[in-house]
């Protein structure tokens, strides 16, 4: 098979599941495995993807997503060029796994997902709970803050590792919240996983630095976590990593 990834997620799915010498291309972002990828041929950035390039690689299957705003221009355009595609848009933790199974499946080597799945689950298991939840906000960008909502696998790992996503109670995948609101809400914990942003530019001091949040728990407590987005931002295997991170957060908050 010649395949085509167009996200870093499904770049590391293939991977994981085995089937990265089948790659033929990837975007721009991905980078990981990074033998893998280090030689591939790029086909643009994850909203500016290179449809005429991508077609004349001649690929079996392309692995699109839904997962960020502005992809479905990009679904758009693969429809248009007759591609075969497929485009996961994942909310929750079983969504992907429910994503790692179907690509395996597409790919015959479904019994390969089923072991990457239970890998996962086992990495994956709920912390035992120790005194109250601390409420952790992960910020997946800082200008306007946006945090996520229920709907996320992140909501997902929070609450596997024995926090509380600070916007867990609405019925939303992500949304913007500003600097009363977010003060107002108090977070135990401020997690930057900023989208698209290397981890070496976090910056915990344009959190800290803002006055109108002085007083939130976060903040006097010196709780501004960076943890790549790579770990919390990417359906795919190495959530593990982002569930630890965020578990060792949640140690430190007790």
């Known amino acids: 098979m010649r395949l085509v990834s167009l996200t870093c ?4 799915i293939l991977a994981a599941l085995g089937l990265g010498d089948q790659l ?17 041929p790029r086909v643009g950035p994850d909203l500016s993807i290179d449809v005429e390039k991508v077609a004349s690689l001649e690929p079996d299957l392309v692995l699109a997503s839904l997962t960020v705003p502005g992809h479905e221009v990009v679904v758009a355009a693969l429809e248009r060029a007759g591609l075969p595609f497929i485009a996961p848009s994942p909310k929750s933790l079983d969504d992907v796994y429910r994503d790692i199974r179907q690509i395996a499946d597409l790919l015959g080597v479904g019994g390969r997902a089923e072991s990457v799945v239970l890998g996962m689950k086992q990495q994956l298991e709920p912390a035992p709970a120790v005194g109250s939840r601390p409420s952790i906000a992960v910020q997946w960008w800082p200008n306007p803050v946006i945090l996520p909502g229920r709907n996320s696998w992140v909501h997902d790992l ?3 590792a024995g926090g509380r996503n600070l916007l867990g109670d609405e019925d939303v995948e ?3 919240v500003n600097d009363e609101e977010l003060r107002s809400l108090a977070p135990d914990a401020i997690v930057l996983a900023w989208c698209g942003v290397e981890l070496a530019k976090y910056r915990p001091d344009v959190v800290y630095r803002n006055p109108l949040w002085k007083d939130v728990p976060a903040v006097a407590n010196r709780r501004v976590v960076p943890i790549s987005e790579a770990y919390l931002g990417r359906p795919s295997p190495r959530l593990v990593t982002g569930y630890h991170a965020l578990r060792g957060l949640v140690e430190a908050c007790a």
């Open 174 to 176: 992500s949304r913007q």
């Open 24 to 40: 033929v291309a990837v975007d721009d972002h991905s980078d990981y495995p990074e033998d893998l990828v280090r030689n591939l």
């Open 9 to 12: 997620s499904n770049t590391e």
């Open 158 to 160: 929070i609450e596997r």
